[in-house]
């Protein structure tokens, strides 16, 4: 199993930037193909799709939520995953997962097998 480690959240004001990022490691385990999304979940509601990109990051997709703002980006090098995340609107607030497949991305849950702890946007207005 991938294990994956989000960093980056924080307290900001609407209007503001912030850049999440993910790594995932696997001692002994190739990351070729290996895709990834971020998800988020607002108090009280269910965990929703935010963005997802493929394993050599030629494909991007966006929840129509963030799209135009958000931009995830892949470092095959470093492993990791990372979410730009400009003009933040307080309706951002949440807390923020990354995920990872080796199966075909999609924004279903159901296909990510790995997923991280989570870490907290906090968007104030």
């Known amino acids: 199993q991938v294990q994956l480690r989000e960093s980056g959240g924080g307290l900001v004001q609407a209007g503001d930037s912030l850049r999440l990022s993910c790594a995932a490691s696997?001692?002994?385990?190739?990351?070729?193909?290996?895709?990834m999304a971020w998800f988020r979940q607002a108090p009280g509601k269910e965990r929703e799709f935010v963005a997802t990109?493929?394993?050599?990051?030629?494909?991007?997709y966006y929840a129509d939520s963030v799209e135009g703002r958000f931009t995830i980006s892949i470092d095959n090098g470093k492993k990791a995953v990372s979410l730009q995340m400009n003009s933040l609107k307080p309706e951002d607030t949440a807390s923020y997962y990354c995920?990872?497949?080796?199966?075909?991305?999609?924004?279903?849950?159901?296909?990510?097998?790995?997923w991280g702890q989570g870490t907290q946007v906090t968007v104030s207005s």
């Open positions: 995920a990872g497949t080796y199966r075909y991305p999609s924004s279903s849950e159901g296909v990510w097998d790995d």
């Open positions: 696997a001692p002994g385990r190739a990351f070729s193909r290996y895709n």
């Open positions: 990109i493929n394993w050599s990051g030629g494909i991007t």
